[in-house]
């Protein structure tokens, strides 16, 4: 069971959703970053469940320790170890879940593949280890941030509400205004009556979340086998409850013609002189063959339905048998809005391993 994301820049990851904590160790973080407590405990206040109505209602503080790597407040490059007690499980909640499986849950697949599983809000594949994603996606930004790179996710679609594609459209900056995440008020408003609406049907809803990289520097990902938006879409395709990626246009540039998708070169004024080429457009989300180009990396990642729903659903039992259950507990009408820091988090330790490989290699 793989637990360890990255090649230099690594986090690997421990812990259950209803265990004493969750959390993990971050090796190859660069020595001599200023760690900024309040911001890594912002990222994971983004996250943490019972924010607003919109989310579950389990309260947890999810306050992060840090237990090695750290001296004086910069980092010593050594491993960082970190934790996240877990404080409110309800883990009764999840009896008659004993001997039950799941409809769309991992709980099939984890005993057939293991012999055993932890009924207990899915141990082990709950998304409550996206935790130690954002703790490690925060120290990934700190780093970033010194090389001007930033991060944008947002929530671009929830059902059928759905906003333009084109992120430049909008006002990123009015993303953590609302509950949703939306940059688009109106469109927020319309998202969250839909999740208020499924939610009082005991149903759940999916959508999209959209992401935007600036200032990646040209040269990072590998040819073949380790292309930049492969390694993209590994990691968002490694979230919970995600089932779909593209970068750049995506599918929606299937209608065109090469004529219409190419993006031409030019020279860019104001460029440094060792980059002055430029494109005129960008419809290949800043990713050519699998290398940054120096222009916006941006991807939608989709997210399915929570699978958990509290209403009646058939299913069978650990001997076979057929039976209907209804799921108790606290959990999200829909993911979206607490997956937006995680989509980011996964996005900077991607773009930031490939800096510190593409660093090692120009060296």
Same mark, same amino acid.
């Given at each position: 069971m793989s637990n360890t994301f990255g090649k230099l820049f690594t986090l690997t990851t421990f812990g259950e959703s209803h265990g004493a904590a969750v959390g993990g160790v971050v090796d190859g973080m660069p020595a001599g970053i200023d760690i900024d407590m309040d911001f890594i405990q912002s990222e994971l206040n983004r996250r943490r469940?019972?924010?607003?109505?919109?989310?579950?209602s389990r309260q947890e503080g999810d306050k992060v320790e840090l237990l090695s790597g750290v001296f004086e407040g910069k980092t010593t490059g050594c491993p960082i170890g970190f934790i996240v007690r877990n404080e409110n499980q309800h883990s009764q909640d999840y009896e008659n879940l004993r001997t039950l499986f799941r409809p769309s849950h991992a709980d099939f697949t984890y005993y057939n593949k293991y012999g055993v599983r932890d009924h207990r809000g899915g141990g082990r594949s709950s998304a409550r280890i996206t935790i130690s994603r954002v703790v490690g996606g925060a120290l990934a930004k700190l780093v970033l941030r010194q090389l001007g790179v930033s991060i944008q996710a947002y929530t671009s679609q929830v059902g059928d509400i759905t906003l333009e594609r084109d992120y430049k459209k909008y006002n990123l900056s009015l993303t953590e205004t609302n509950d949703v995440r939306c940059p688009d008020a109106e469109k927020a408003q319309q998202m969250a009556s839909l999740i208020e609406q499924v939610? $009082?049907?005991?149903?759940?809803?999916?959508?999209?979340?959209?992401?935007?990289?600036?200032?990646?520097?040209?040269?990072?990902?590998?040819?073949?086998?380790?292309?930049?938006?492969?390694?993209?879409?590994s990691a968002m395709l490694s979230i919970n409850a995600v089932k779909g990626f593209e970068y750049g246009e995506g599918f929606a540039g299937v209608t065109q013609r090469g004529s219409e998708q190419n993006?031409?070169?030019?020279?860019?004024?104001?460029?440094?002189? &060792?980059?002055?080429? &430029?494109? &005129?457009?960008?419809?290949?989300?800043?990713?050519?063959?699998?290398?940054?180009?120096?222009?916006?990396?941006?991807?939608?990642? $989709?997210?399915?339905?929570?699978?958990?729903?509290?209403?009646?659903?058939? &299913?069978?039992?650990?001997?076979?048998? $057929?039976?209907?259950?209804?799921?108790?507990?606290?959990?999200?009408?829909?993911?979206?809005?607490?997956?937006?820091?995680?989509?980011?988090?996964? $996005?900077?330790?991607?773009i930031l391993d490939n800096y510190l490989c593409h660093s090692a290699y120009k060296k």
């Open positions: 469940p019972g924010q607003s109505k919109l989310t579950t939610k $009082a049907e005991g149903d759940t809803i999916g959508g999209v979340i959209t992401c935007v990289i600036k200032g990646c520097p040209i040269g990072l990902g590998e040819p073949e086998f380790d292309k930049l938006h492969a390694q993209l879409g993006d031409r070169f030019t020279v860019g004024h104001g460029l440094p002189v &060792t980059t002055p080429v &430029t494109t &005129t457009s960008n419809h290949s989300g800043g990713i050519q063959g699998g290398i940054s180009n120096g222009q916006d990396i941006y991807f939608r990642v $989709a997210f399915k339905p929570v699978a958990t729903l509290l209403r009646p659903q058939e &299913t069978v039992d650990l001997e076979g048998n $057929a039976t209907t259950f209804t799921a108790h507990g606290r959990h999200d009408p829909c993911v979206l809005p607490r997956a937006v820091p995680v989509v980011e988090a996964m $996005a900077a330790m991607v």
